[in-house]
């Protein structure tokens, strides 16, 4: 299991990437950091960084528009 | 998606980024590489040769320039062979004979190894200020601020920069870009601006967000290419544009008003309008030759200015996902100068009451005014301009239509306020802040009314849950309002702010604030007015012309603890529908925000719980956000605070003291 946003929580998979995450939270959106234990991953790493279990993950949207 | 590639580098490995510049690995390993026309916020163009390398890609060897080289597959890079050290000198003497006193070109012939040049000709330029042809200006013109202004002309040895026809092109906006890039001092701003105190100052900070528009924005908000329209799709993808009333957060038509569409349809001019000429974002959108179907224009082609998200998101929240029914209505309501989020809001607001039957035909003048109704909304704004019809009762908005129908319609008065999306007499902006609470706070509390543009706190609160508590929540609801409130103070945009935001910004401690960019408009006053200003100093303009606002709405009437509360539809579900349609989201919340199992229970508990539990929750939140503004319980100033702001004059403080007097 591990937590996204000290909030949501996602089974955990083995092998489970940064992009997975993104993609199970449904988060497409293009002003993102993410911290992985309080550790930034850059967008390159994103399909590359295997997050482990219990990790606590955070995608910070920042806001735009209004 | 992208991929690592392993180049050799002088014997040495490195790890790359398939497509990035070879250049940029050199930089990396410290390699020096002699470089003119190369710029760190230009596209590279290969075309000063300097920094021509030696590789070998698949057995062949050749020579490339690095700077535009995309690294694509595993190569071997000398850069320092007999072959290239012979290239360099050669390029140093030729551009050291035409330009001998230039400082870049003396400094890289150095590099080069080259002090003197046999190449002194008929063409050769004594000026230490020459132009050099390295392009930066002509780039810096097309990439930063979008005007093209400045190109190449003549071939060989008579190619030069130019404006058009050789002459002063009186569409230069004097952004002063190109000079600002150009090595060699070749180009002089001869301007006499508003006599800003330190100009490099404001030139800088200019600068900066010109380059980050023109290397950034492409990637992240795409403001240059379709504007605010982008924000539909996001909005639709976090379930936060407002469908049908506030409904619903998405719909599967939102594709027909979304960016997509509204790029490959309408959009044919991408550049800055009246709005600030030569702004580098330029997110303002034209539409030419856009065919008018309905109103004193129809059959005449015309140019739309827009459409902004704002005015795309009404068109789904009246349920009208019709492209052109989008395009016609942005028209006509800045025709008649009629403001499209009040237009939308009291739509939607209009159709779900004519839906649910608190209002029919008879009292419409005859329209049929479902959600969808695309051609009666079309109507009824034609009527509002010509103060006609229903359509002028529907000009009154909201607050005006929920008075009359539950006075003389005997229409059912809770419901209408509870759909009826205004606060204070202004209708509220296109999002849903069902689930964000503090969004509600940021809307409801704001003295203008409704407006966003005070606090936009729903990523932070519901998204990344970066507002645990009330304190966090009232702080942001401080801090955020104050921030925005001086961007008005200035006369400033808000846009360049955080519609664009610098890679060091995952640096910073608090994303949200996007401090390097606060810093930025911080210089740009010092070095307007000649006054440093930081953080406090911000809050302490702010807060002042705040709190005279808020005592203005004292005065007016909407400036109560009441006045400051949102219509349930933008806090939760009004109807069965809403409930159902996302019911697991609130079944989940009853158990595991309130501790109620909702097994077992019929909708309408569900409901009734969850509305006081959320009411109860913003009441308390109120209590916070008061306090942390320096207000009494029921939102008025206390002349303590006033006296700390320096504002306590004795007609403000008499307004404060009665108002406080009727309080408790
Ligand atoms: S001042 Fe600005 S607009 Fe004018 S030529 Fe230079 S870069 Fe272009
Ligand atoms: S004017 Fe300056 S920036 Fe423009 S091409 Fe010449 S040297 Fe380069
Ligand atoms: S710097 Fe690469 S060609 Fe000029």
């Known amino acids: 299991m591990i937590i996204v946003n000290g909030r949501n929580k996602l089974e955990w998979v083995e092998g489970m990437t940064v992009q997975d995450v993104m993609d199970k939270m449904g988060y497409d959106y293009s002003l993102i950091t993410v911290t992985v234990n309080n550790e930034i991953v850059s967008e390159d790493e994103y399909d590359s960084y295997k997050v482990a279990d219990a990790s606590d993950v955070k995608a910070i949207h920042l806001c735009h528009g209004g | 998606m992208s991929s690592k590639i392993k180049i050799t580098i002088n014997n040495k490995e490195i790890e790359v980024k398939k497509d990035s510049f070879l250049l940029d690995a050199l930089r990396e390993l410290k390699i020096p590489v002699p470089t003119l026309c190369d710029h760190k916020d230009l596209t590279p163009t290969g075309s000063c040769r300097f920094c021509l390398v030696e590789i070998e890609s698949r057995g062949k060897k050749k020579c490339v320039t690095s700077c535009n080289y995309p690294v694509r597959n595993e190569i071997v890079v000398h850069t320092n062979s007999d072959r290239i050290k012979k290239h360099r000198k050669m390029l140093a003497e030729m551009y050291l004979g035409r330009y001998p006193n230039v400082k870049v070109i003396k400094e890289i012939a150095m590099v080069c190894g080259v002090t003197e040049s046999r190449f002194k000709s008929e063409i050769t330029d004594e000026n230490p200020n020459a132009c050099v042809l390295c392009g930066h200006c002509v780039r810096a013109c097309h990439e930063f601020t979008q005007e093209d202004i400045l190109d190449f002309a003549g071939r060989g040895i008579n190619r030069h920069m130019t404006m058009p026809f050789g002459e002063v092109d009186r569409h230069c906006i004097g952004c002063t870009s190109c000079a600002h890039v150009c090595p060699t001092g070749a180009i002089e701003i001869i301007d006499d601006l508003n006599h800003p105190n330190d100009p490099d100052m404001i030139k800088n900070g200019g600068m900066e967000i010109n380059a980050e528009m023109a290397t950034l924005d492409k990637d992240q908000c795409r403001m240059r290419e379709v504007g605010t329209a982008n924000i539909v799709d996001v909005m639709n993808?976090?379930?936060?544009?407002?469908?049908?009333?506030?409904?619903?957060?998405?719909?599967?038509?939102?594709?027909?008003?979304?960016?997509?569409?509204?790029?490959?349809?309408?959009?044919?001019?991408?550049?800055?309008?009246?709005?600030?000429?030569?702004?580098?974002?330029?997110?303002?959108?034209?539409?030419?030759?856009?065919?008018?179907?309905?109103?004193?224009?129809?059959?005449?082609?015309?140019?739309?200015?827009?459409?902004?998200?704002?005015?795309?998101?009404?068109?789904?929240?009246?349920?009208c996902f019709d492209s052109d029914f989008l395009m016609e209505y942005n028209f006509y309501c800045d025709t008649y100068g009629v403001d499209t989020i009040s237009f939308a809001t009291t739509m939607a607001f209009v159709m779900e009451s004519f839906e649910a039957g608190q209002i029919t035909v008879k009292h419409t003048g005859g329209m049929e005014l479902n959600f969808g109704a695309i051609d009666e909304s079309l109507e009824l704004l034609h009527q509002m301009s010509r103060g006609e019809g229903f359509g002028k009762e529907v000009g009154n908005g909201i607050r005006w239509l929920q008075n009359k129908w539950i006075k003389e319609y005997g229409a059912d008065e809770k419901f209408l306020m509870d759909i009826g999306m205004q606060v204070k007499g202004l209708e509220v902006s296109e999002y849903v802040s069902k689930e964000s609470i503090a969004q509600q706070a940021g809307y409801a509390m704001a003295n203008k009314g409704p407006q966003h543009d005070e606090a936009w706190l729903i990523f932070m609160d519901m998204v990344n849950n970066e507002l645990p508590t009330d304190e966090a929540k009232a702080e942001a609801l401080y801090y955020f309002p104050m921030w925005r409130t001086w961007f008005g103070l200035h006369g400033l945009c808000k846009l360049p702010w955080n519609d664009v935001v610098p890679t060091s910004n995952k640096d910073e401690k608090n994303t949200a604030k996007v401090l390097g960019h606060v810093r930025n408009y911080f210089r740009l006053f010092e070095g307007m007015t000649g006054k440093t200003l930081d953080e406090k100093g911000m809050l302490a303009q702010s807060e002042r012309v705040y709190n005279l606002q808020r005592v203005m709405n004292i005065l007016l009437g909407f400036g109560e603890r009441k006045d400051d509360i949102m219509p349930y539809r933008g806090v939760g579900p009004v109807t069965v529908v809403e409930y159902e349609s996302r019911k697991e989201r609130y079944d989940t919340n009853l158990k595991e925000v309130i501790g109620i199992d909702p097994e077992g229970k019929s909708i309408e508990e569900k409901m009734k719980i969850i509305r006081e539990y959320r009411e109860n929750a913003y009441s308390n939140l109120m209590d916070v956000v008061y306090r942390r503004k320096g207000w009494t319980k029921n939102g008025t100033p206390t002349p303590e605070h006033l006296k700390k702001l320096g504002i306590d004059l004795p007609e403000i403080l008499k307004i404060v003291e009665e108002r406080i007097s009727t309080e408790k």
């Open chain 2, 237 to 319: 993808a976090y379930d936060l544009l407002p469908v049908r009333n506030y409904r619903f957060g998405c719909d599967d038509e939102t594709p027909n008003i979304g960016s997509k569409t509204l790029k490959a349809k309408y959009i044919t001019q991408k550049v800055n309008d009246a709005c600030w000429k030569g702004c580098s974002m330029a997110c303002a959108k034209a539409v030419d030759n856009f065919l008018l179907r309905t109103g004193p224009y129809a059959g005449d082609r015309v140019l739309v200015d827009g459409p902004e998200y704002e005015t795309a998101a009404g068109a789904a929240n009246m349920g």
